[in-house]
């Protein structure tokens, strides 16, 4: 189980850098893009990565340019989410995405659907309605946006899990993938990093650079480590996967309550907890 520990603490210290990109200078959209050079670099390096299935004619090519577009997409808008929302519904928003896949794997994948796993998306929706609701009275742009980005965020890991299912049902090595998906995000990302600079945003800068490599790093650890965990306990998926997304949850909300002192109503702590219950139901069934 270390390397489940080891993959939700990467998961929710790249939060934690996004939480702190704006005290330290950082512009969290050229971070991001650098954080594909490291990460693509270590797929490539420590995970097979056969080109070969990229040139078969049944390649995902579509799915994978789906990934490259929303990956970085939804990276920046999980910095907004951690900036605007915290770091506790940020990271419950980003776990509960697994009830979209869920669906995804009803509608497209032809997975039946049981008593338990329908129990587990309703107990998910509500968990989900309970993290993002907010008690402050008024319309300003500041309180939207403590709900609006954490349902981006929901809405987007849950579109490029299901992308990701539809890359592996064409039987391409997840390092193959891997790099494919990194190398189209890279682009993607320094563009709009790019783009963002001529129109007088943040210039290139080495912290950028520093702390992209960083976020990089504990990206892709993250991924690593959860690889890790399957090859150690194969005949225990589930196990791993409920430790994996109970351990971001229960981090997450650690960190950002502990360190960050973030604030959460009776509310938001009644989602947290059906967020638990939810994700215990599904790796169950």
Not at 194 to 221: D, I, M, P, S, V
Request: charged share 10%.
């Amino acid at each position: 189980m270390i390397y489940v520990l080891a993959s939700a603490i990467c998961s929710v210290l790249v939060s934690v850098l996004l939480k702190l990109a704006r005290r330290f200078g950082l512009d969290i959209g050229q971070a991001v893009a650098w954080n594909y050079v490291v990460a693509g670099a270590l797929a490539a390096l420590l995970l097979p990565a056969p080109l070969a299935p990229l040139r078969q004619a049944g390649a995902p090519w579509f799915a994978l340019a789906g990934l490259g577009v929303l990956l970085p997409v939804i990276f920046l808008a999980l910095g907004a989410s951690v900036r605007h929302a915290g770091i506790v519904r940020s990271d419950t928003a980003q776990r509960l995405s697994l009830l979209l896949s869920l669906l995804a794997a009803f509608l497209l994948f032809d997975e039946r659907l049981d008593a338990i796993k329908a129990l587990g998306c309703v107990l998910g929706l509500a968990a989900l309605l309970g993290m993002v609701w907010r008690s402050e009275h008024g319309h300003d742009a500041n309180g939207s946006a403590r709900w609006l980005w954490p349902l981006v965020v929901f809405a987007g890991f849950g579109a490029i899990d299901v992308l990701f299912k539809r890359v592996a049902a064409a039987h391409v090595p997840l390092g193959t993938s891997l790099v494919a998906m990194f190398a189209l995000a890279l682009v993607v990302a320094f563009a709009l990093a790019a783009w963002r600079a001529a129109r007088g945003g943040a210039r290139f800068r080495l912290r950028n650079a520093l702390g992209g490599l960083l976020l990089g790093l504990f990206n892709f650890g993250n991924i690593l480590f959860y690889l890790r965990a399957h090859r150690a306990l194969p005949q225990h998926p589930a196990l791993v996967f409920a430790s994996m997304n109970l351990g971001v949850v229960v981090l997450g909300a650690l960190t950002g309550v502990l360190l960050f002192r973030e604030r959460l109503s009776r509310i938001n702590l009644a989602g947290l907890l059906l967020a638990l219950l939810a994700i215990a139901l599904l790796a169950w069934a």
